[in-house]
């Protein structure tokens, strides 16, 4: 085959692939906030449609989603405290929070004992005093060595958190009053005795006899 011939052949062969390559980067489309000449407004990018919603959260609550109102932390929870959503905070605190926290609140969690940096405690002033959006918005944007936790807690739930970091501040600072029944001094404690049987070791071990006693 002459080289005139191997010429056209591979023309021809570069035309049919420029071809198909110009089909897919040629389209009738427009790229982002480009103008447009069909339009009356001249904008290719179009107001929403009437009625449309968001996919996913609709969040329109800044209190709920933020933690604050106007750019100021809030200092009341969004919903109702109550037992369930203590115990779901609790739950939740447990799992995510104690590894720095511990169970107290006091700051000297396991990865603590172990070198992380140490957090301040929740029961000194500055975090008594702080409204509890303070925490919900730590919880979603971090803060100093603390990373955000918004993809592992939903929204919720850290509202939940927040509400049980306040029952552990109260539980360190609470009066006498703010205990049911009076001064927890005066308050009976049931304690619960275990009595070894008559029977032998092995069966002592195997069911004990429990006996319930009241101190005054």
């Given at each position: 085959?002459?080289?005139?011939?191997?010429?056209?052949?591979?023309?021809?062969?570069?035309?049919?692939?420029?071809?198909?390559?110009?089909?897919?980067?040629?389209?009738?489309?427009?790229?982002?906030?480009?103008?447009?000449?069909?339009?009356?407004d001249g904008s290719s990018a179009r107001?929403?449609?009437?009625?449309?919603?968001?996919?996913?959260?609709?969040?329109?609550?800044?209190?709920?989603?933020?933690?604050?109102?106007?750019?100021?932390?809030?200092?009341?929870?969004?919903?109702?405290?109550?037992?369930?959503?203590?115990?779901?905070?609790?739950?939740?605190?447990?799992?995510?929070?104690?590894?720095?926290?511990?169970?107290?609140?006091?700051?000297?969690?396991?990865?603590?004992?172990?070198?992380?940096?140490?957090?301040?405690?929740?029961?000194?002033?500055?975090?008594?005093?702080?409204?509890?959006?303070?925490?919900?918005?730590?919880?979603?944007?971090?803060?100093?060595a603390m990373p955000d936790y918004r993809?592992?807690?939903?929204?919720?739930?850290?509202?939940?958190?927040?509400?049980?970091?306040?029952?552990?501040?109260?539980?360190?600072?609470?009066?006498?009053?703010?205990?049911?029944?009076?001064?927890?001094?005066?308050?009976?404690?049931?304690?619960?005795?275990?009595?070894?049987?008559?029977?032998?070791?092995?069966?002592?071990?195997?069911?004990?006899?429990?006996?319930?006693?009241?101190?005054?």
């Amino acid at each position: 085959m002459s080289g005139a011939r191997r010429l056209s052949f591979a023309l021809i062969a570069l035309a049919f692939v420029s071809a198909c390559r110009q089909d897919m980067h040629n389209q009738p489309k427009y790229r982002g906030l480009r103008a447009s000449a069909f339009f009356a407004d001249g904008s290719s990018a179009r107001p929403l449609v009437e009625g449309t919603i968001a996919r996913g959260t609709l969040q329109t609550d800044e209190a709920f989603f933020t933690g604050k109102a106007g750019g100021t932390e809030v200092t009341e929870m969004p919903f109702p405290v109550d037992e369930k959503v203590l115990d779901r905070g609790e739950q939740r605190f447990n799992i995510y929070c104690t590894p720095c926290h511990d169970r107290t609140g006091s700051g000297n969690g396991m990865v603590v004992q172990r070198g992380y940096r140490q957090p301040p405690s929740f029961h000194i002033e500055r975090l008594r005093t702080v409204g509890v959006g303070h925490f919900f918005d730590v919880m979603t944007n971090g803060f100093g060595a603390m990373p955000d936790y918004r993809a592992q807690i939903s929204p919720r739930d850290r509202w939940n958190i927040a509400a049980y970091i306040r029952a552990l501040q109260l539980s360190q600072h609470a009066a006498a009053g703010d205990v049911p029944g009076g001064d927890p001094a005066n308050v009976p404690v049931r304690v619960s005795v275990s009595m070894p049987s008559t029977a032998a070791p092995s069966a002592v071990r195997a069911s004990p006899k429990s006996s319930t006693l009241t101190r005054p």
